[in-house]
């Protein structure tokens, strides 16, 4: 499965830009940039976000899943839902994707 520091390093080469730079567009500490990229820690998912956005990738495909790179509408479209649903809610859409992703393997 690929990580997201993998994904973060690919589209930062391709896209050819740098920790400062990427720094720069989304507001996240250089270090903490790094920290992702050497997969010594994960962004939380407003960083997520913030990185998918200045890179012009999908959320999802950032975060490793098997999605297209620049689905970004779809991505938009299930985050702004996400974000409408209590906590609960949330808890129990999470553990459904998860059943649903593992009934794919």
Do not use: C, F
């Amino acid at each position: 499965m690929t990580t997201i520091a993998d994904r973060l390093n690919i589209a930062m080469e391709k896209y050819q830009i740098g920790v400062r730079e990427l720094s720069r567009r989304t507001g996240i500490n250089a270090g903490d940039i790094t920290r992702y990229r050497r997969g010594e820690y994960e962004p939380k998912r407003e960083k997520i976000y913030l990185l998918s956005k200045a890179l012009n990738v999908s959320p999802g495909w950032l975060m490793g899943l098997d999605l297209p790179e620049h689905d970004v509408l779809a991505d938009q479209e299930i985050l702004d839902m996400w974000h409408k649903l209590s906590e609960d809610h949330r808890r129990l859409a999470a553990d459904y994707i998860a059943a649903l992703i593992e009934d794919q393997t």
